[in-house]
């Protein structure tokens, strides 16, 4: 998930110059992703409005990695009504290491 640092509920809020600004900042995080861990594909989304399912009023971008060998469509786990259960919890050392990483690849 891709998060602004300013405030703002949804991308339709953003100047053209911070529409701007942040695609290149998407491009570049998925960029490293791919050089991370060698995704065959990627969904970008965000919800606005509650209707679209925006819970969070706040913009931010999900990047969803895809693979060829996926065995279930990560859309059937965003759709759980009940997603904390779907999740594993990272460790500390984990997530450290994946921020690693992710940044060696920026």
């Given at each position: 998930m891709i998060v602004t640092k300013k405030h703002i509920d949804s991308?339709?809020?953003l100047t053209e110059l911070e529409i701007k600004d942040f695609f290149k900042i998407?491009?570049?995080?998925?960029?490293s992703l791919k050089k991370t861990y060698k995704y065959d594909g990627i969904n970008l989304f965000t919800n606005v409005g509650?209707?679209?399912g925006q819970i969070i009023p706040h913009?931010?971008?999900?990047?969803i990695l895809r693979f060829k060998d996926e065995k279930e469509s990560p859309f059937n786990k965003l759709n759980n009504s009940?997603?904390?259960e779907i999740h594993k919890r990272l460790t500390r050392e984990e997530i450290i290491s994946r921020i690693k990483n992710i940044k060696e690849n920026l």
């Open positions: 991308f339709l809020d998407l491009k570049k995080i998925s960029k509650e209707t679209a913009l931010h971008f999900h990047l009940k997603p904390h």
